[in-house]
């Protein structure tokens, strides 16, 4: 007797899982709306890329107010 729809496509998920492809819609949904996340080169601190950058320029002035944002943040581009 074939198999039906259902047992076929777990099948390949599950082949899919074991060599590490993503195949659930949600998770891939989920990674392709993500904002793109910037390290500061200090202490390493993740912060998400937003349109005002408010989250580095603030991580800026108050933990490192030494060091320019360009130093801390070397390739993101700040809007003024």
């Not at 074939?2 to 899982?17: S, V, Y």
């Not at 819609?25 to 989920?30: F, M, N, S, T, V």
């Not at 793109?36 to 890329?49: D, N, W």
């Amino acid at each position: 007797m074939p198999l039906g729809g259902k047992a076929l496509k777990k099948r390949e998920q599950n082949k899919n899982e074991k060599l590490g492809v993503v195949t659930d819609d949600a998770i891939l949904r989920k990674q392709a709306t993500a904002k793109a996340e910037v390290k500061c080169s200090v202490c390493m601190q993740v912060f998400k890329v937003t349109k005002t950058c408010a989250d580095q320029k603030n991580h800026a002035a108050s933990k490192h107010p030494k060091q320019t944002l360009e130093e801390l943040f070397p390739g993101l581009e700040i809007p003024a």
